[in-house]
């Protein structure tokens, strides 16, 4: 039988060249649709499907390869001699090579307001039944889905000799090409009726580069991101300047962007091993900054900047002072872009859509065996405040228990934040119980303490935080309430004259 290659690709870089190699090589090509007009008008000589099926192409091109004697070329084993033989009774040459790559469902449905119909269109059926088949039959078959893989396939064939490793890799690349292409529908026609959790959740993620490392030296990491594009995500961030992200970078980097979009004025967060050090908002970009700065002028050392507004010079002379891990901004002006490129070492990264609220997402936990599935925390629940002590608290308090309730849902729990109304004082992430985080947050205040507002992750369990809020000169506190012992601290907080508000929504993080 001829040497025989099927080519029928949705992405043509590089389809030209390889199938020139091929008829080098003594391959007749065999092709469909677009791919078949390219490779005539580039001058080759090409069998179209049509001839080997004996049947036209029909139903608006839905109906094209679906044909035994595309699929018995595919899956005939060629050391079986029963296989072989029927092939031959039955007129059908060997497939020996398939260069197959789908529909592109993924841009069709990342189009704005693209019509389900057009989504449905782009579903590819002939594609992954062909790249199955050739995969299943590896020892006999080289398959493709990726040009990148076209040299070292010519490079095999070139020299004559059996690469039974390429076959069995080339195979497995299939399977997981074409689980990540049905993950992605799966995903979609679910989200067209319903946002509950499936029975069978099947998630795919597209590798965005191999990481030096994990969170420490002996670990090996990689990082992925979605296939749909999400805006304000840190894993379609575009990388200015700097050396590479490491792994404990970018979940410090996507902590930052997660509470900077919280506000919708000019922000400013320092971020350090995913807890704030530093929140605040300004005017401007730079009086925002300067603030976040202040609240923490230590732990900022070498920790994670995120800003919601462009990066102007007088921003970056103050970035510039001290020694960053990363800074993370929708844009730079080249005169801020002139300065911190300056540092060799700092990473800048632009990050449009970090300036709008997050949208609605589902958060994945690796547990051993299993995996966690949850909403993403997107509601706030201090739209209703329900006053639960005699003294209310005044304007300037309400301002400063509202910037502190937006801090402290993304902090560690148990989690305690001190604020004014628009600057982080103290914030005591991740301890193992709430009167250690709030003294530890008291502690980082310091002078700032007196006077400022208190705002709590979980309710309180005791009325031990209310008598340390007082002796610091705290004055309000905000906390979702509802703890058995919710009276003690009301109680407490009437003897001080401290005002307290419940959300009634918690916001634990872990």
Request: glycine share 8%.
């Amino acid at each position: 039988m001829k040497k025989r290659a099927i080519l029928s690709v949705s992405d043509k870089s590089g389809i030209i060249e390889f199938a020139k190699g091929l008829v080098d090589l003594g391959f007749e090509i065999v092709s469909t649709g677009g791919t078949e007009k390219a490779l005539k008008d580039a001058g080759l000589e090409v069998i179209s499907i049509s001839d080997v099926t004996n049947f036209p192409e029909c139903l608006d091109g839905r109906l094209k390869t679906l044909h035994p004697n595309v699929h018995g070329g595919l899956l005939a084993m060629r050391d079986n001699e029963k296989h072989m033989q029927q092939l031959e009774e039955l007129g059908i040459n060997t497939i020996d090579v398939a260069v197959i790559n789908l529909y592109p469902f993924r841009q069709t449905i990342s189009k704005p307001g693209v019509a389900l119909e057009e989504a449905i269109e782009n579903i590819d059926i002939g594609g992954p039944t062909m790249l199955r088949a050739a995969a299943k039959n590896w020892k006999d078959v080289l398959v493709i889905t990726d040009p990148a893989d076209y040299s070292v396939v010519l490079d095999s064939l070139k020299s004559g000799e059996y690469d039974r490793d390429l076959h069995f890799r080339l195979s497995a690349k299939v399977f997981e090409h074409t689980a990540h292409y049905d993950a992605m529908i799966a995903e979609y026609m679910r989200k067209q009726f319903t946002e509950e959790m499936p029975e069978l959740l099947t998630v795919t993620y597209e590798k965005v580069q191999e990481l030096r490392y994990g969170e420490n030296s002996h670990q090996k990491a990689t990082f992925y991101r979605e296939p749909f594009f999400k805006e304000g995500s840190i894993a379609y961030a575009k990388q200015l300047h700097g050396k590479e992200l490491s792994y404990n970078n970018i979940g410090d980097a996507d902590a930052a962007i997660d509470i900077v979009r919280e506000f919708s004025m000019p922000a400013a967060v320092a971020v350090k091993h995913a807890n704030p050090c530093g929140v605040a908002t300004g005017e401007t970009i730079y009086e925002a900054y300067t603030k976040a700065y202040e609240a923490d002028s230590v732990s900022i050392f070498g920790g994670i900047v995120a800003l919601n507004r462009q990066c102007d010079k007088a921003t970056a002379e103050e970035l510039a002072k001290i020694f960053l891990e990363i800074i993370i901004a929708p844009s730079f002006t080249d005169e801020a872009m002139e300065i911190l490129t300056q540092k060799k070492n700092i990473r800048l990264m632009e990050l449009p859509g970090i300036d709008t609220p997050k949208s609605a997402d589902i958060i994945l936990k690796k547990v051993s065996g299993g995996m966690l599935v949850q909403d993403c925390d997107t509601l706030l629940g201090d739209e209703e405040l329900k006053v639960v002590t005699d003294r209310a608290p005044t304007e300037e308090e309400l301002k400063a228990l509202a910037f502190g309730w937006r801090v402290v849902k993304h902090t560690k729990s148990n989690a305690i934040v001190l604020t004014g109304d628009s600057q982080t004082y103290g914030v005591g992430p991740g301890q193992t119980n709430r009167i250690t985080a709030l003294e530890l947050a008291i502690n980082y205040a310091g002078d700032k303490a007196k006077g400022s507002c208190m705002a709590s992750d979980a309710f309180f369990p005791f009325d031990d935080c209310v008598e340390a809020a007082h002796k610091a000169g705290i004055t309000a506190i905000i906390q979702p309430g509802g703890s058995i012992r919710d009276q003690d601290s009301i109680d407490a907080c009437n003897k001080y004259g401290i005002a307290m508000v419940f959300t009634g929504v918690r916001h634990f993080k872990h």
